[in-house]
């Protein structure tokens, strides 16, 4: 459903508030069909926000937005999908590993996408969110 | 714990609070808009369904702002403001189940992305920030009470029927009762569906009436009779149904009839409506979808009785 809209509809994305009321659309749905994923999320936006000089705010297109020093290096989208700036090279070994895959829009960049599906997937989501966060710290 | 030190606790609940004046917030806002504005009753513009619910998300999000509160949480709280604000409106604004049922994506979307927005906005405690956001909406707000508000569509939708236009004719400008099942979600759960059409003569000027399956009666004038191939007619009354309450007004209805030539006639059904709720690219989706199935059940009807 997300990728269909996001296919179909994601011109409309820069309209102002436009994602942002679909992602609200969809953490409503999540929360009635599937809320312990609303819990996973808070997980990771928990575990984010002890690292020092990160905040967390709204992405543009929808979600929860990770900054480190007020420059993103990760979102992550209300149907628990984890979409993080990583570089090319530490992109492709993860892949590798068969867990992620391209970012979901931006194919060719060093952007990933993570999909949580379970409990377990938390701890792997923190794992690539703080490589994320190492890589925006060395930069 | 007693009564009243569980009463005191959950006032004194900023969960409570942020909840109950977000609600007060959206009833004063809207009460002063009618008061102020009773030329356009029945109109419900844009702001009513998109800055007011933003607004009490944002309120909710500033009551909550110094809780050690969830995103999961923040989400429930405000599916718990909605249904507050939903149910307000059933027994305070008199609007009707399906009328909310079809305005509740919007409310939940706004008042959830309002309180996320609210919290974001909060969290870097900066008041200028704050205050230009807030008065940003509540300025558009404004303008948009006092802009003038009018919006008319046209649904046209056709059929194939094996029969000659005369037989067609016959089933168009009245026709007999409905007993086929509804299949169109909301006629199934209750939204009324057309039953049968009668008139009181088969010339121009004659009276038709549309009943619903509710019993309601949609008083219609023919303003164009023309046999086997045209019918128009306007619609002079129609019921104060608490889902439509002025939302919607059915204005005119045609039937076309074209001779395929081949014993075979399409049936082009035509309605024209105005539409007094914004935003229309919400509102005009939910309009064209429901004129659509009321034409389908009346013409697959029509194509049933001719090719009998």
């Keep these: 459903m997300f990728s269909f809209v996001v296919k179909k509809a994601g011109f409309l994305k820069d309209i102002p508030l436009v994602a942002i009321i679909f992602d609200s659309l969809m953490r409503f749905w999540m929360f009635v069909t599937k809320p312990e994923l609303l819990d996973w999320i808070d997980e990771l936006e928990e575990d984010m926000a002890q690292m020092p000089e990160t905040t967390i705010g709204i992405h543009k297109y929808g979600g929860t937005q990770f900054n480190y020093k007020g420059k993103e290096f990760a979102h992550v989208h209300s149907n628990g999908l984890l979409d993080i700036l990583l570089n090319k090279e530490l992109k492709q070994s993860l892949i590798f590993e068969g867990k992620i895959k391209d970012h979901h829009v931006f194919k060719n960049s060093g952007w990933i996408s993570f999909q949580l599906h379970n409990k377990q997937d938390v701890g792997y989501g923190c794992y690539l969110l703080n490589k994320a966060y190492d890589r925006a710290k060395q930069q | ?308």
């Design chain 2, 1 to 308: 714990m007693n009564l009243k030190e569980t009463l005191y606790k959950v006032v004194n609940s900023k969960t409570v609070q942020g909840i109950l004046t977000a609600n007060i917030f959206a009833f004063l806002v809207i009460g002063i808009q009618s008061s102020l504005m009773p030329k356009d009753p029945g109109i419900l513009v844009f702001s009513e369904f998109v800055i007011i619910p933003m607004l009490m998300g944002i309120i909710t999000a500033w009551f909550w702002k110094d809780t050690r509160i969830r995103g999961k949480q923040i989400t429930g709280h405000s599916v718990v403001n909605c249904l507050i604000a939903i149910s307000m409106s059933f027994f305070f604004l008199g609007e009707g189940f399906i009328c909310l049922l079809i305005v509740s994506p919007l409310i939940f979307s706004f008042i959830i992305a309002g309180a996320f927005i609210g919290r974001a906005m909060f969290k870097k405690r900066n008041q200028k920030l704050n205050i230009s956001i807030v008065s940003l909406l509540l300025g558009v707000f404004i303008v948009d009470s006092l802009s003038d508000h009018y919006h008319e569509n046209m649904v046209s939708d056709e059929i194939l029927i094996h029969a000659t236009p005369a037989e067609v004719w016959q089933h168009v400008v009245a026709f007999d009762p409905i007993y086929q099942k509804e299949n169109y979600w909301l006629f199934k759960i209750g939204m009324p569906s057309p039953m049968a059409t009668t008139v009181s003569e088969h010339k121009l000027g004659a009276n038709r009436k549309c009943i619903f399956s509710n019993g309601y009666i949609f008083d219609e004038k023919i303003v164009k009779f023309d046999i086997n191939k045209n019918l128009i007619f306007d619609i002079v009354d129609q019921p104060k149904d608490p889902e439509i309450m002025g939302h919607i007004d059915i204005k005119r209805g045609e039937f076309i009839l074209k001779d395929n030539g081949n014993g075979t006639t399409t049936l082009v059904g035509n309605s024209w409506y105005n539409l007094h709720v914004f935003p229309t690219w919400y509102y005009d989706l939910w309009a064209e979808s429901i004129t659509r199935n009321v034409h389908f059940r009346v013409m697959k009807h029509i194509k049933l009785l001719s090719e009998r």
